[in-house]
């Protein structure tokens, strides 16, 4: 396996984790509206830890999620250094002479005037 494989799989796991903590949070307060005065009911202990860990995990998870994209891109082949396309090479290898396209010569063989 390479690299940029195992990068792939902890990117998957890592989404799947961040859906995961994001379908599980109570969308009726705790959220980003409470801080602005929308969230008028208080919540026992428990329950406010739980959001906590929750809203914690959530923006754990996307952090790590964005290093793994952006340190997954070291990993690709030719990222390290500049690389000729080999699209150019083949090209370069395969083309033939161009000609000019065949033109009929019509002087003006008329000189009575």
Do not use: R, Y
């Not at 969308?27 to 969230?39: A, I, Q």
């Not at 208080?42 to 754990?60: A, I, M, N, Y």
Request: a negative charge.
């Amino acid at each position: 396996m390479t690299k940029f494989t195992i990068f792939l799989i902890l990117i998957v796991l890592v989404a799947f984790l961040l859906v995961v903590v994001i379908m599980v949070q109570n969308p009726k307060g705790g959220g980003l509206s409470s801080s602005f005065g929308g969230g008028g009911t208080q919540q026992l202990g428990g329950v406010k830890k739980t959001g906590d860990f929750l809203d914690k995990s959530t923006w754990f998870l996307a952090t790590l999620l964005i290093a793994l994209i952006l340190l997954s891109n070291i990993t690709i082949e030719g990222a390290g250094g500049i690389s000729d396309s080999k699209a150019l090479d083949a090209e370069e290898t395969t083309q033939q002479p161009i000609t000019p396209p065949a033109t009929t010569d019509q002087t003006n063989t008329d000189s009575d005037n």
